[in-house]
T-cell receptor
Framework: GNSVTQMEGPVTLSEEAFLTINCTYT??????LFWYVQYPGEGLQLLLK?????DKGSNKGFEATYRKETTSFHLEKGSVQVSDSAVYFC???????????FGTGTQLKVEL | DTGVSQNPRHKITKRGQNVTFRCDPI?????LYWYRQTLGQGPEFLTY????????KSRLLSDRFSAERPKGSFSTLEIQRTEQGDSAMYLC?????????????FGEGSRLTVL
């Protein structure tokens, strides 16, 4: 079946540090890949997406590249801010499917 | 605010009682989804509607759970004879036909606590 594995949190960084949150997946077919973010007290929001191999999704300074050879979609940001503190979820959907499969989430805490 | 709206935001009930949650999707979206999220886990798919038709149900959706979307607009999720294991956040999401599958707009969720 389809599954997503994320690095466990919490991840604690100082402001302006470099961020990587690892995500690997197992899927049948050719999935689309997503990162969703959940800020405290808010609903899940789509952060970025990639629909085919070698695509790079980007938004708000975050980037992730769809790596088919390593079945990975790692999230990166060059300089995090306190306002980036949230829980980040990696997810996939399979072509023709109607649902997202999520990872367990990684909590990010950014301190001054 | 024209986002996905869920009510109530928090429901506390005793084991064995019935509860119902409502979801109002973004008005132009014809697809509606229910997910369940427990502490420390990612959301898990429960069911999916396109307009008023329920097209897919997860095995997680036991016979105590029923979801409806009678007019293709708002949806309700009812849990009968609640159990402590039903305690979770119930998330609703919507999307538009023709969008990328998986590009969903989520509500803030309805938290259920079963005592």
């Amino acid at each position: 079946g389809n599954s997503v594995t994320q690095m466990e949190g919490p991840v604690t960084l100082s402001e302006e540090a470099f961020l990587t949150i690892n995500c690997t997946y197992t899927a049948t077919g050719y999935p689309s890949l997503f990162w969703y973010v959940q800020y405290p007290g808010e609903g899940l929001q789509l952060l970025l997406k990639a629909t085919k191999a070698d695509d790079k999704g980007s938004n708000k300074g975050f980037e992730a590249t769809y790596r088919k050879e390593t079945t990975s979609f790692h999230l990166e940001k060059g300089s995090v801010q306190v306002s980036d503190s949230a829980v980040y979820f990696c997810a996939l959907s399979v072509q023709g499917g109607n649902k997202l499969t999520f990872g367990t989430g990684t909590q990010l805490k950014v301190e001054l | 605010d024209t986002g996905v709206s869920q009510n109530p935001r928090h429901k506390i009930t005793k084991r064995g009682q019935n509860v119902t949650f409502r979801c109002d999707p973004i008005s132009e979206h014809n697809r509606l989804y229910w997910y369940r999220q427990t502490l420390g886990q990612g959301p898990e798919f429960l069911t999916y509607f396109q307009n008023e038709a329920q097209l897919e149900k997860s095995r997680l959706l036991s016979d105590r759970f029923s979801a409806e979307r009678p007019k293709g607009s708002f949806s309700t999720l009812e849990i009968q004879r609640t159990e402590q294991g039903d305690s979770a956040m119930y998330l609703c999401a919507s999307s538009a036909t023709g969008g990328i599958t998986g590009e969903l707009f989520f509500g803030e969720g309805s938290r259920l606590t079963v005592l």
